[in-house]
C-alpha cells in the first residue's frame, strides 16, 4: 500500500468515526451534536436540553437533543460584512422565571457600524419583547473588530467585549471611545454606578486597552474574570481583568503589524498591565474560552480551554494561583477551526468548529454516557 493511500485511508477512517460521534483522544469521546452550521459563533443551552447557536449571518437556530435545527424568528437586523454579524447569545441569570437572553451582533451600515446587544424574551420559537441595550459609541466605517463577547457576573451584570474596529487602534487609549474595551452594564442596559470611569463621564467603560478581544470566561473558584484576545502578527495575549486597569494596546504588544513592521517598540510600560501568557510570534488566534468547572473531566477542573482558530485545536491552559504552569493542545484529530469553546453547566464540554459547515460537538468521558 502506497503511503498516499494509507494516508487517504486513515483519513477516511476518522471521518467515518467521527461522524459516527466514535472520536476517541485520551480520556474523551467527541460526539457530533449538529452539523452543517454555517458560520456558528456562539452556543447556549436552555434548560430542557436543547441548544441555542448563533449562526453570523444573523440567523439564531434552537438545536434538540436530536441534532435537528430550527431557525428562531424575530432576530434583529445585522451588518454581515467582513467579520461582522451574529456573535454571543448568554442567558439571562434568571432566565428561569425571565425567559430572558442576551444577543450581541454588529448593527449599522458600511458607513456607521458598531457593536450592539440586544435582550430578548425566547418563546419556544421566536423572540419577543426584543430591546436594543447597547451600541457602542463611536460608531466605525470598518468590517472588522466587534468583539462581541458577552459574560454574566455574579452580580448580574453583563460584561461585553468590543474590539478596536482595526482602523482605530489608537481608540483603544481613549477611555471616552468604546472602541477596544471591555464595557459594564445593568441587565437593563443602564449604568452601574460603581464603574470606574462613571466620574469621567466613560460611563460603560470597565477596562481598556485592548484590540479584539474573543474570550471571556469567568473563574468559578474566585470569581476574576479570564480575558483572551487578538495579537496583530503574534502577540495573542492571556489576562485577567481588573476594573479600571489599562492593557496597553496599541502603546504596548509583543506582536508586530501584518506587514511586519512594529505597532510599538514598547512591550512594557508603567500604568499597563503585563499580559498572563503570551501566544507569538506565531499567532494561534483565539477565540472562545471556558473556565471548566464540572465534575464528568476531575482532572480539567479548574483549567481554562482556549479555542484556536489558526492552529485548528484547544489549548488547555493548566492554571494555579492565578498563573499558567502548563498547556497542552487538545482536539487537533478534527483538524478544524474552533470558533467556541463553552462549559455549558451540564459537565461536558462543547467545541464550535468555525466555517460554513460548522459543527456543534459534544466533549465527553470515554468511559462515561451522556
Not at 89 to 96: N, T
Not at 207 to 236: C, F, K
Not at 272 to 279: C, E, S
Request: hydrophobic fraction near 35%; include cysteine.
Amino acid at each position: 500500500m502506497t503511503h498516499s493511500r494509507l494516508l487517504r485511508d486513515t483519513v477516511l477512517v476518522l471521518c467515518l468515526l467521527l461522524s459516527a460521534g466514535l472520536a476517541r483522544g485520551d480520556g474523551y469521546e467527541l460526539d457530533i451534536v449538529a452539523e452543517s452550521l454555517d458560520e456558528p459563533w456562539s452556543v447556549a443551552l436552555l434548560p430542557d436540553g436543547s441548544f441555542l447557536v448563533t449562526l453570523r449571518p444573523g440567523r439564531l437556530v434552537r438545536i434538540d437533543g436530536d441534532g435537528h435545527q430550527r431557525d428562531v424568528s424575530g432576530v434583529p437586523d445585522t451588518y454581515y460584512a467582513g467579520q461582522g454579524g451574529f456573535f454571543d447569545i448568554v442567558l439571562h441569570p434568571d432566565y428561569a422565571s425571565n425567559q430572558s437572553v442576551y444577543l450581541s451582533y454588529a448593527h449599522g451600515t458600511s458607513k456607521g457600524n458598531g457593536t450592539a446587544v440586544m435582550r430578548a424574551r425566547f418563546d419556544v420559537s421566536m423572540l419577543v419583547d426584543a430591546e436594543q441595550i447597547l451600541l457602542t459609541e463611536p460608531l466605525k466605517d470598518t468590517p472588522q473588530h466587534y468583539g462581541g463577547r458577552l459574560l454574566v457576573l455574579p452580580d448580574g451584570t453583563l460584561l461585553v467585549s468590543t474590539g478596536d474596529g482595526f482602523d482605530y487602534r489608537e481608540a483603544a487609549q481613549d477611555i471616552h471611545s468604546e472602541l477596544g474595551k471591555v464595557l459594564r452594564i445593568s441587565d437593563d442596559g443602564s449604568v452601574p454606578a460603581d464603574n470606574p470611569f462613571v466620574a469621567d463621564g466613560a460611563n460603560r467603560v470597565w477596562t481598556y486597552g485592548h484590540r479584539n478581544i474573543q474570550g471571556l470566561a469567568l473563574d468559578g473558584d474566585s470569581g476574576r474574570v479570564w480575558m483572551h484576545e487578538h495579537g496583530p502578527r503574534g502577540g495573542d495575549e492571556l489576562n485577567l481583568l481588573e476594573p479600571g486597569t489599562n492593557y496597553g494596546w496599541p502603546a504596548i504588544t509583543y506582536g508586530v503589524d501584518y506587514s511586519g513592521a512594529h505597532v510599538s517598540p514598547f512591550t512594557e510600560a508603567d500604568g499597563m498591565a503585563q499580559p498572563l501568557k503570551v501566544w507569538g510570534p506565531t499567532s494561534i488566534a483565539p477565540s472562545g474560552m471556558a473556565w471548566y468547572g464540572g465534575e464528568r473531566f476531575p482532572d480539567w477542573r479548574g483549567d481554562l480551554f482556549v479555542g484556536a482558530l489558526v492552529s485548528r485545536e484547544v489549548r488547555r491552559l493548566e492554571v494555579v494561583n492565578g498563573e499558567v504552569t502548563d498547556e497542552e493542545a487538545l482536539f487537533t484529530e478534527l483538524g478544524e477551526r474552533i470558533r467556541d469553546v463553552r462549559d455549558l453547566g451540564d459537565g461536558f464540554l462543547y467545541l464550535l468548529t468555525d466555517g460554513p459547515e460548522g459543527r456543534l460537538i459534544r466533549v465527553r468521558p470515554a468511559t462515561g454516557k451522556p
